[in-house]
């Protein structure tokens, strides 16, 4: 029912784990359910995206980065580096929790949606989630 | 458990499906649980808002229009159309799945909340969603 | 499986009732399962932040104040005050649901993680919100 699931981030950018999410709920062995996952973190953030076109994932990073620049002086949470406030920001304006039903033994996305970590830091991380997934 | 629901919009706005979704509820015959609603788009979205005042809901659309404009040079996903890549960071900037409670066999809406399929796109579509009810 | 949360707030501001949800959480007997909570208003939302320096609520305040002004010559929807129709669009910018993960019989947040009530508007309010437990 709980499970763990880690991404390995190398920098800012939307990291595509629709895979590893629909292994999980394949292992679960249900037809019909809810998947439910949470990220542990709130310098990184989930979003269920278009996987079709790899330009919508560049333009969103560059559009965040634009609505929500390094160096603003009206932070004052600056203490661990200037791309920090900007990826709290960031995760506020995107979700940390996302549900998705289940049908036919996977995830019930659409056919051009994948669900993403998405990296908000400069340096890359190793990101916990939590999976739960109930019948 | 799960079923599907359609909304069919005409253009750039909210679509309030609450009576719909309330009718899925009521046909599951449950007194408490839990309703899990996920569009199956990425250029249309979710999101809970008053019903009350109609002026609510073109403010919203105005809003993010100002402020995710088309036709900024910066965009590279330009193939789909001027009004697609601005469709897909407003769907990251509301949601694209919601849970809501059900009490006394109906969904645990304020006063003044109604749910609502955000169009994004300037030509309507049909929007197909996926919703799960748990008791 | 079905209870009511409370958060009084005093003007714009996250509210941490992250032991307020805990202790339902713990109350409801569980070792695995799922917290869905829901804010009944549309001036008012949720978001999981950092809790560790209070540095990073104030900034989330100022920075979303900065995106979403008062007084917007744009805004139609102004018979509620000034600060109504911005409410309303921080609350579609970030969230009215959220579903957490329960482990080990408590909500499985990360570290540094709280959960918010964002209050929007000037003048506190009581706020309801609605929580579902599944184990």
């Not at 004052?76 to 709290?88: C, F, K, L, N, S």
Request: charged share 15%; proline share 4%.
């Amino acid at each position: 029912m709980i499970s763990r699931l880690t991404v390995k981030t190398t920098g800012q950018g939307l990291y595509d784990f629709s895979n590893e999410l629909n292994g999980i709920v394949m292992d679960a062995g249900i037809d019909q359910g809810l998947c439910t996952i949470m990220v542990q973190h709130t310098s990184a953030s989930l979003v269920i995206q278009e996987n079709a076109d790899p330009s919508v994932q560049t333009d969103l990073v560059s559009w965040f980065n634009q609505l929500v620049p390094e160096g603003d002086s009206h932070y004052t949470h600056v203490q661990e580096g200037p791309d920090d406030m900007p990826a709290h920001i960031k995760s506020a304006l995107t979700t940390t929790s996302l549900s998705i039903p289940v049908m036919d033994g996977k995830l019930a996305l659409g056919v051009w949606q994948a669900i993403y970590l998405w990296e908000h830091r400069r340096i890359g991380s190793s990101r916990s989630m939590v999976v739960h997934i109930s019948s």
